[in-house]
């Protein structure tokens, strides 16, 4: 049973152009949302977290739609630098473990 | 630079030795984790220690054992691995296990079994 779904790419986007990213997930009792970005051979990052009323970090909005338990994450004007993996990660209290669920990831590849 | 620092950064061990990795945060977070990440896949709990108290264990084989000496460290314990250890060993913390709570994580120990 997949849990946290994402599309795992590659998305090769040109630098300059907007690239959304989808998440889906399975449980409808999830509490919270996260973007985590990782790069190659780094640890994951929190980007943000993401709320229903949705969120905007500079060029970076999140939302999330409860009803159909799916987030998004936009990602206007790239940059050479967003290029890296993008985890949709879904907190539930009463799961297993300590309730987090990490997605596959989507590989973001910007291309000058 | 990250606020979770894990140390060495790079292991390479033999499928005899034993070895630890270290991990510290002065955050006060009250959580802190084990995650092992395989190339491509996402990280996959290992451990998670709640207030200095394992709280979670996933079932992990006990040639892996955590240690929490205090609020800010927490030790990964390594006798006898297999090479299908060979992987990313990240610690992370937390406020708490709580549900808003995003996570710090360190930047990893790249592990080599050999």
């Known amino acids: 049973r997949k849990e946290v779904e994402q599309d795992p790419g590659p998305f090769n986007v040109p630098e300059g152009a907007t690239v959304a990213f989808n998440c889906t997930y399975s449980?409808?009792?999830?509490?919270?949302f996260f973007w985590y970005r990782q790069d190659c051979r780094k640890e994951p990052k929190l980007l943000m977290s993401?709320?229903?009323s949705g969120n905007e970090d500079g060029r970076f909005t999140a939302q999330l739609n409860r009803a159909s338990q799916y987030i998004s994450l936009l990602i206007r004007d790239s940059k050479l630098s967003d290029s890296a993996t993008y985890l949709c990660?879904?907190?539930?209290?009463?799961?297993?473990?300590?309730?987090?669920?990490f997605g596959k990831g989507t590989h973001l590849i910007i291309q000058p | 630079d990250t606020e979770v620092t894990q140390t060495p950064k790079h292991l390479v061990m033999g499928m005899t030795n034993k070895k630890s990795l270290k991990c510290e945060q002065h955050?006060?977070?009250?959580?802190m984790y084990w995650y092992k990440q395989k190339a491509k896949k996402p990280p996959e709990l290992m451990f998670v220690y709640s207030y200095e108290k394992l709280s979670i264990n996933e079932s992990v084989p006990s040639r892996f054992s955590p240690e929490c000496p205090n609020s800010s460290l927490l030790n990964l314990h390594l006798h006898a691995l297999q090479p299908e250890d060979s992987a990313l060993y990240l610690c992370a913390s937390s406020q708490d296990t709580g549900r808003n709570y995003g996570y710090t994580f360190g930047s990893g120990t790249r592990l080599t079994v050999v």
């Open positions: 955050m006060g977070h009250r959580a």
């Open positions: 449980n409808s009792a999830s509490q919270s």
């Open positions: 993401v709320y229903s």
């Open positions: 990660v879904v907190f539930y209290s009463g799961g297993g473990a300590d309730g987090l669920t």
